[in-house]
T-cell receptor, first 110, second 113 residues
Framework: SQQGEEDPQALSIQEGENATMNCSYK?????LQWYRQNSGRGLVHLIL?????REKHSGRLRVTLDTSKKSSSLLITASRAADTASYFC??????????FGAGTRLFVKA | DGGITQSPKYLFRKEGQNVTLSCEQNLNHDAMYWYRQDPGQGLRLIYY???????QKGDIAEGYSVSREKKESFPLTVTSAQKNPTAFYLC????????????FGSGTQLSVL
């Protein structure tokens, strides 16, 4: 069963602009992660935020988590053409269970 | 893509044929996973293995089989019972002490002839 839902499904911005994508999930989580996937490739882990954290930064990435709303957002600041990819949220509920959303396709125009 | 190698990159299956997708990792991870990705959808778990000689069904195991005879290897067989096998298949691994973070291979695109 798919737990994560992402919004928007696709996003097109100019280089230098910020990109924000959102994720919602349905049940309690241990943590939430964001992954990136370039076309035709595997996923690469970007950042993890634990259920007791509200915000986390890593370079140009900023992730927020609102457990009361069961939602998270990923902000990429000062985007570059190389950021063009699909971005997936993944909710970890414990054990060996990680549930992925459908992803947001980001296109950054140079 | 990390220390995980998937082969082949592209695979074609004929009607009624079983095909096997290879996944090898050199990260010394205990846990390995197979996911299926369809266009516009998230990843769905097919099978996972916590340790050698043990594996568990995921959400969409029907029509698939796996083995885990070595720690480094977790091959996936797509059997003729899988009626809609066309998809992008991703193998992943994770450390026992840090199960939450997954490392992915570069994927195999399976198509039906």
């Amino acid at each position: 069963s798919q737990q994560g839902e992402e919004d928007p499904q696709a996003l097109s911005i100019q280089e230098g602009e910020n990109a924000t994508m959102n994720c919602s999930y349905k049940t309690s989580i241990n943590n939430l992660q964001w992954y990136r996937q370039n076309s035709g490739r595997g996923l690469v882990h970007l950042i993890l935020i634990r259920s007791n954290e509200r915000e986390k930064h890593s370079g140009r990435l900023r992730v927020t988590l609102d457990t009361s709303k069961k939602s998270s957002s990923l902000l990429i600041t000062a985007s570059r053409a190389a950021d063009t990819a699909s971005y997936f949220c993944a909710s970890y509920t414990g054990g060996f269970k990680t549930i992925f959303g459908a992803g947001t396709r980001l296109f950054v125009k140079a | 893509d990390g220390g995980i190698t998937q082969s082949p990159k592209y695979l074609f299956r004929k009607e009624g044929q079983n095909v096997t997708l290879s996944c090898e990792q050199n990260l010394n991870h205990d846990a390995m996973y197979w996911y299926r990705q369809d266009p516009g959808q998230g990843l769905r778990l097919i099978y996972y293995s916590q340790i050698v000689n043990d594996f568990q069904k995921g959400d969409i195991a029907e029509g698939y089989s796996v083995s885990r005879e070595k720690k480094e290897s977790f091959p996936l067989t797509v059997t003729s019972a899988q009626k809609n096998p066309t998809a992008f298949y991703l193998c992943a691994s994770g450390a026992s002490e840090n199960r939450e973070k997954l490392f992915f291979g570069s994927g195999t695109q399976l198509s039906v002839l």
